[in-house]
């Protein structure tokens, strides 16, 4: 099946889904989530398997203004049009909506908990993140809530095996 191409440069999606990946070999794209998870804990010196590890436990708060410094960095993004990937953030979404934004929500096929668990396990997340994330109950109850969120302009439920970098020509 080919997706349509959508204009949306928010893209807003869950955990291992290749945010991080795709910023890092497209420039097009901009992993604010990441950006701000540095700012808000100083991990600039960490490597990736080492964020990846401590998901759960990123240690003390060094900056207690990450939404604010999230909001500078989409505002920016998008100034320089470019397309932002954030994490499911209620504060961020809710400023996005106040702002008039339309974003597009990429999530996961129901069916793919236990490829979704897999997948953070290789990327080396920790075994209570991996649980926190595809338990039974968590998997239904964040496909449920994806499926009928009325607020993104735009929704794409990835299949088995694709990433964000296997749509990305998707977005405009």
């Known amino acids: ?9 928010i893209i807003v999606c869950g955990p291992a889904v290749g945010k991080t990946y795709l910023a ?9 989530d990441a950006m701000k998870n540095d700012y808000k804990y100083n991990l600039y010196n960490m490597s990736l398997l080492d964020k990846e590890k401590n998901k759960l436990n990123r240690g003390e708060v060094v900056n207690s203004d990450s939404l604010e410094y999230s909001i500078r960095l989409l505002e920016r993004t998008l100034e320089e049009k470019k397309i932002v990937l954030i994490s499911f953030d209620n504060k961020l979404i809710d400023y996005i909506l106040d702002k008039g934004y339309e974003y597009c929500l990429v999530y996961a096929n129901y069916n793919l908990r ?6 953070m396990e290789e990327r080396g997340n ?18 449920k809530e994806n499926v009928n969120d009325p607020k993104p302009k735009y929704k794409i439920e990835l299949k088995s095996g694709e990433f964000l970098s296997d749509i990305k020509e998707v977005f405009m």
């Open 1 to 9: 099946m080919v997706l349509e191409k959508i204009k949306c440069n």
């Open 24 to 32: 890092i070999h497209d420039k097009r794209f901009v992993d604010v």
């Open 114 to 119: 236990e490829e979704y668990a897999k997948r």
């Open 126 to 143: 920790e075994l209570n993140f991996i649980e926190e994330m595809t338990g039974k109950k968590e998997w239904e109850q964040f496909y």
